[in-house]
């Protein structure tokens, strides 16, 4: 059985369109701030800040010590806390991390991943400070070797440290006497964490990527049972009699509990905010009370812990739930207190220090990044996690935290079947509902910032000085957004292009993404898996081809999770464009769109044009001034070109009065703005579109996909896009079938970079063979110079969060 949260919703309107620009802040003790994605958050509790991305917090056996992980893309460190008086004891840097922390039984020592150095760190502590540090190998560093320490586990009486992986799957017995592996175990999928039994004698290991629970035997040193979970199965507890586990699982919003006697699952909890099925809540952590009659549940997505009583085996109850800050990934309790470990903090944040040249080397044939030589504020590494030390909440405190968190959420029940909309207008309220519209176009772009391409538009709320390609190098955007609509307030769900892609086309990135992103962008190995390459990056029901799958509906990619003709994902097989490339800074847009030009004719003649069309045209990433590559200006202008020859081909078509496209950045990574770095732009261009206007309402990538499965027939893929706001107050239902014209280019597109000078030096080091393969900061720094000048200084983006300073309630909100 599955046990849902019923907590009473207290007649919480749904959050509404925002009329006017959010504005930005990053002050934390704000009532409510407002996130770019369209959440808010309202921490309780008091805190303390943290490093970046901190993954896992440990208690030490004497209480009296809290060690922290932090796993981002800036500085990794291990710090030291004092929990009972709430301080930093002590801070150690570390080259490589990720997740795995065990103290030992004495307090005195403590263990920690080591990240692609393949290698557990165990630190002295004296005097609540780290002392020695001791390096433990389990083999040789990324890339030579692919391991991936994740979780740890002790037993100190046979000096065994016992080590799962996520690299290459295993687990390994450690023997710290002669510091050799006694045993590497396959375990078949990717590890995240492992605990011992009491009596050390089994070792439950949580398959992340296999979605159950491996039984281990210590003594025998063999498998000896599996218990299947949901899907993503990370963190786990077991109570103090060894009778009951408990088992987080990310990508299905619950909790396995698991009879260790019977090894069965005899009951699953779900701790989403409402009674569903979509991905969204992301359940990653897990801590019993003192007394093991209450269990805190941390929601990575729902921004919040959710509370159950667990007192009767078999018989959970809610009792609500208590709103942290963004995205918690750990939670613990200390006798009254619970402690939760944010791992983006409160906010996102300015960074008035600016990018600075620095050197970037790639020697692991990986993603670059940027180095940790010197702080830098970029926005994979910008939101600091933050630590809250909340007082265990009685029975009426908790059901205001509760109610706290559900108006913190856009998220409703209701909302996976009735969208927000209007009637009469061309995108539907319910899957189901005809449109006028039979033909979706979704051009997915690389990396720009709205002030980066539409700052000079006096229409919108822009600043001129960070457009550094104004209407002479992009005349077709600015022509598309005057002729159709202007978006000035549309924000990117991602942080950076691994994550992007899948908010780009499934409205949801799982906790293996998020969580691993920042290890390659910060140049410390790991491989891109995030368009289809690794199957533990999926949503748990897949991209939005699946869901045309499934449905019916006829699609077809261009390029996106696609390359001539080879897809990533098995139902995009015999769904692509075998000429279309991939990412490939060598390869022109236009002709890119030349290509989709001749299989759509072809296509069209057969009437056989897809509902559903992905078309990837990323040239805007530039190659920054590596020598003899397109120029920045070329290459965005060629972006430009080609984007314009796409409308204007689809707008002289037969199919243009059913045909409606849409465009975004996968992300906004790659540039300034001054209202957030999340802001981008984004187009909606049909014949339904309401012509020359300028909407100022707060839209995002998720609200985008929503608005195609609308006018599709398609359900919501996860809470994001059933919560997000549909574009419908872009359309109108009077279509206007004024065909578009191509803006001529006003650049050279056959420009390349010639200067050999400090941004050409840097710029020759850089990857450009994968999206996000150069280090973001300086590629961005670099194509600032090459339009401003090699000696100008690029003004410091600003990365905001948002206050919500009022709603409006729709007229049909519950």
Partial sequence: MKTFLKVVIWGLAASSAFKAIAQPTNNPKAAQILLPNGWSLSPVGQSLPLGDLPLNIQLSPSRKLLAVTNNGQSKQTVQLLDPVNEKLLDEKVIAKSWYGLKFSPDSKKLYASGGNDNVVLAYGIQNNKFTTTDTLRLGQAWPEEKIGPTGLELDDARQLLY?????????????????????????GHEAYACLLSRDKKTLYITLWGGDKVVIYDTQSNNIT???????????????????YLFVANANDNSVSVIDTKARKVMETISAALYPTKLTGSTTNALSLSPDEKTLYMANADNNCVAVFNVSVPGKSSSLGFIPTGWYPTNVKTLGKKILVANGKGFSSLPNPGGPQPIKVSDNSGSHTGVTNKQEVQYIGGLFKGTLSFIDRPDEEKLKNYSKQVYANSPFTKQMEVQARGEVGNPVPTKVGEKSPIKYVFYVVKENRTYDQVLGDMKE??????????????????????????????????????????NWSMAAYATDYTEKTWPTSYGGRGGTYDYEGSRKIAYPRDGYIWDYCQRAGISYRSYGEFAANGKATLKSLQGHTSKKSP????????????????????????????????????????????KKGKFTPIAAVADNDLALGQLVEHLSKSSIWAETAIFVLEDDAQNGPDHIDAHRSPAFVISPYTKRNSVNHTMYSTSGMLRTMELILGLPPMSQYDAAALPLFDCFTAQP?????????????????????NKSAERSEKFNFTKEDAAPDLDLNEVVWKSVKGEDSVMPAPRRSGFVKLEQKKDDDDD
């Fill in 736 to 756: 206007t079938l004024t065909p578009y014209q191509v803006k001529a280019a006003q650049v050279d597109l056959e420009e390349r970079n010639v200067a050999w």
């Fill in 460 to 501: 919108g709320n822009g600043d001129s000085t960070l457009c550094i390609f104004p209407e002479k190098v992009t005349p077709n955007h600015h022509a598309l957004a005057r002729e159709f609509v202007l978006l000035d307030n549309f924000y990117v769900d991602a942080e950076v292009s691994a994550d992007g892609h």
């Fill in 163 to 187: 080590v799962v992986t996520k690299e290459n799957n295993s687990l390994y017995v450690f023997d710290l006497k002669t510091k050799t592996t006694r045993h590497q175990v396959d375990l």
């Fill in 582 to 625: 991939g990412f490939d800074m060598d390869i022109k847009d236009i002709e890119r769109v030349r290509i989709w030009k001749q299989d759509f004719d072809s296509l069209l003649a057969q009437n056989a044009v897809p509902q559903f069309n992905t078309i990837r045209l990323g040239n805007d990433h530039t190659s920054g001034q």
């Fill in 225 to 243: 049972g599996e218990i299947a979970t949901e899907n993503h199965p990370n963190e786990l507890v077991l109570t103090k009699n060894n009778k």
